[in-house]
T-cell receptor, first 113, second 111 residues
Framework: NAGVTQTPKFQVLKTGQSMTLQCAQD?????MYWYRQDPGMGLRLIYY???????DKGEVPNGYNVSRLNKREFSLRLESAAPSQTSVYFC????????????FGPGTRLTVL | GQSLEQPSEVTAVEGAIVQINCTYQ??????LSWYQQHDGGAPTFLSY????GLEETGRFSSFLSRSDSYGYLLLQELQMKDSASYFC????????????FGKGTHLIIQP
């Protein structure tokens, strides 16, 4: 069981470039989430997916899009990267909607120049 | 807006007990979670309280008072490996709309 996996681990982009962060879980969880974490800050929710086929905006969705490809995979896309999107991005999953226990991936460290 | 307040830093001695407090003001509340995060690592789940009272898991305990909008994480028999950041997080709506996190408490353990 790998749990939650994310690729890539590190990425450097130039302003205006696009990229997709990949996330997959092998725990048969229904719900998946994308958070960002900035230095000295807690995690802030970008988008979430309660179940396969549904996605909804979180606290800070601007500049991002998501796709719940199937039950296992949930990707985050930056269409036109900006320096303000420099952050660490964490994907997480939970077995049921509303679970207080979420399982996090190792994170993607993104720098936008 | 939503706010969760916790101390930014706490220092304690190896072998001692430390309590990390969290007060919250959110539109909606279903439960309070606690997560641990080591530098450069991912958050890992420690505990969840949906009802008032104390939950105990080994050396870690968590308490919730819904009437006071307050909770705490209690760490006993502190070990050097407990040096990390600890986050409280609120489940606001009970649905899969993610958690609202506090800014974290950096716990420093001294020998």
């Amino acid at each position: 069981n790998a749990g939650v996996t994310q690729t890539p681990k590190f990425q450097v982009l130039k302003t205006g470039q696009s990229m997709t962060l990949q996330c997959a879980q092998d725990m048969n969880h229904n719900s998946m989430y994308w958070y960002r974490q900035d230095p000295g800050m807690g995690l802030r929710l970008i988008y979430y997916s309660a179940s396969e086929g549904t996605t909804d905006k979180g606290e800070v969705p601007n500049g991002y899009n998501v796709s719940r490809l199937n039950k296992r995979e949930f990707s985050l896309r930056l269409e036109s990267a900006a320096p303000s999107q420099t952050s660490v991005y964490f994907c997480a999953s939970s077995a049921l909607a509303g679970d207080g226990e979420q399982f996090f991936g190792p994170g993607t460290r993104l720098t936008v120049l | 807006g939503q706010s969760l307040e916790q101390p930014s830093e706490v220092t304690a001695v190896e072998g001692a007990i430390v309590q990390i407090n969290c007060t919250y003001q959110t539109s909606g509340f279903y439960g309070l979670s606690w997560y641990q995060q080591h530098d450069g690592g991912a958050p890992t789940f420690l505990s969840y309280n949906a009802l008032d009272g104390l939950e105990e898991t080994g050396r870690f305990s968590s308490f919730l008072s819904r009437s006071d909008s307050y909770g705490y994480l209690l760490l006993q028999e502190l070990q050097m490996k407990d040096s990390a950041s600890y986050f409280c997080a609120v489940n606001r709506r009970g649905g899969a709309d993610g958690l609202t996190f506090g800014k974290g408490t950096h716990l420093i353990i001294q020998p």
